[in-house]
């Protein structure tokens, strides 16, 4: 079974979650946006084996502790879809225009594309690609654990903003209604900010997506 362990870091209080296969304890980080010596005590004081970082999108606060992870423990970044390639390009930039400390440079081991799949031992996530807030955003989907990790598509009450560069409204609905809703209204999502819901609690309360 997937199990997860979600830490805010950064000043943005970004949801970096720390997912393992309870039979392997191989773990994963999904998005580690900084904070980096919090994020391996975590990892440590759950005796977890870290064997990967994966990324939703690549805004400072999900990526500025990427590089530096990846160097420091020698493990593969997989993710996110091509299409963040130049905010990827511009972490140095985001990194001065928000005031964090200086986002080491990565190249992804692996990119990823809609209908690609990650593995944790014994633990399966879909890959879907979810475009609107960046042009390159994905999610990772558990069947199993009923679980989806969602970045900054849809938060509890809220949308992921679509004013920086490469973003849509209309592609983030779309993003929504036709890749998240299928998964299922029981379906528990863990947002990039704030408190977890269900993708059944958003279609009936959200007022960006209610009714979709």
């Known amino acids: 079974m ?17 997912v393992w296969c309870d039979q392997t304890q191989e773990a994963a980080l999904v998005d580690p946006g900084g904070e980096v ?25 999900h990526a500025g502790g990427t590089g530096t992870l990846a160097r420091e423990l020698g493990l593969p970044i ?14 140095a930039r985001q990194s001065k225009m928000f005031g964090f400390p200086l986002a080491e ?3 992804p ?5 809609d209908g ?18 960046t042009p390159g955003h994905v999610v990772f989907h558990s069947a199993e654990a009923r679980r989806c990790f969602v970045g900054d598509v849809l938060f509890a009450g809220s949308i992921g903003r679509t004013d920086f560069p490469g973003g849509d409204h209309a592609t983030l609905i779309a993003s929504i209604t036709e890749r998240l809703w299928p998964m299922g209204d029981e379906t528990i999502f863990v947002p990039g900010h704030g408190p977890e819901s269900s993708f059944g609690d958003e279609r009936r309360s959200n007022p960006f997506v209610a009714g979709t």
């Open 116 to 133: 690609d799949a990650v593995q944790l031992g014994q633990s399966t996530l879909a890959v879907r690609h979810c475009p609107g807030h």
């Open 78 to 91: 997989i993710g996110p879809h091509p299409g963040d390639q130049f905010w990827i390009d511009g972490l």
């Open 37 to 61: 010596e919090r994020l391996k005590a975590a990892v440590a004081e759950r005796r977890l084996k870290l064997v990967a970082l994966w990324l939703t999108h690549a805004h400072i606060d």
């Open 109 to 113: 081991t692996r990119w990823l594309a």
């Open 105 to 107: 440079p990565f190249t």
């Open 2 to 18: 997937l199990l997860y362990h979600t830490i805010p870091v950064t000043p943005f209080q970004q949801n970096c979650s720390l």
